[in-house]
């Protein structure tokens, strides 16, 4: 009886982790079959799951009615330069919260915090006034410049950072190593999954942005891939095989990148927050 038991809460879990994982790969996998559909079979009520024929066309289409290079361009060096930039900044902001004693650094640590509590969409018209006021519309910068900040990518690696022992630390000033030392040479190599963590959070927030991008940015040779392929979206009509077909070729390399990275993704998620 007992054996059944067991037997029947495993064959329950796998059924409740197949059916999460359908939902979770079925818009995908409706993306793809779109992007291969006619425009009339796209549009057909009831939907048509299965396209009668194959329309290749639809990816060149999206290579000629939109630069589909400068896109990949523009977003490449706007998610990478944020990337960057979002490591970088929050990593020593972590580690100064984390491992440095200073008058008022839980005060500002709670401050930091509080960002998170306020809804993101509150902050664009003070960044586009600044963004004006600097001479960045429509520029690369403006898109990268607002995205190098972040409250969340601080709180995560200054929890990974609290579970490093001190031992490491204090010998480290033992030989000779100031703060910055310490945290380049010493911590940072040691929150390696949280990084990679951190980076996959933010490449992908980067990458698939459309909000700030629309905003910031009116010239076509500035647009990014989401900003880009919204602007397939008609006012009556959207072909939507195109659209997909140009959503899928946007989505690749990010799911080319979690692939190769899913396993410290992971390990810097669950690791986080551990010990505190």
Known sequence: ???????????????ILCFGAALMVGPFIWMLLTSVKTFSEAAQVPPVILPSRLV???????????????YYFN???????RTLGQVLLCSMAAYA??????PGRNFLFM?????????SQIFIIPQFLIMKDLGWLNSLQALI???????????????????LPKDVEEAAKLDGCNHFLTYWRIMLPMVKPALIAL??????ASWNELLWPLIVNTSPDKMTLAAGIASLKGQYTTDYPTMMAGT?????PMIAMFIVLQRYFIEGIALTGSKG
């Open 1 to 15: 009886m007992l054996v059944r038991n067991r037997t029947f809460g495993r064959l329950a879990i796998h059924a």
């Open 56 to 70: 290749w066309e639809n990816y060149t289409e999206v290579l000629r009615v939109l630069p589909f290079d400068k």
């Open 75 to 81: 977003t490449a060096i706007t998610t990478i330069s």
């Open 97 to 102: 919260f984390a491992r440095i004693e200073f």
């Open 111 to 119: 401050l930091c915090l509080s960002v998170l509590m306020v809804p």
């Open 145 to 163: 410049v607002p995205g190098i900040f972040s409250a969340f990518g601080t709180f995560l690696l200054r929890q990974f950072f609290m579970t």
């Open 199 to 204: 980076t996959i959070f933010t490449a992908l």
């Open 248 to 252: 899928l070729m946007a989505t690749l």
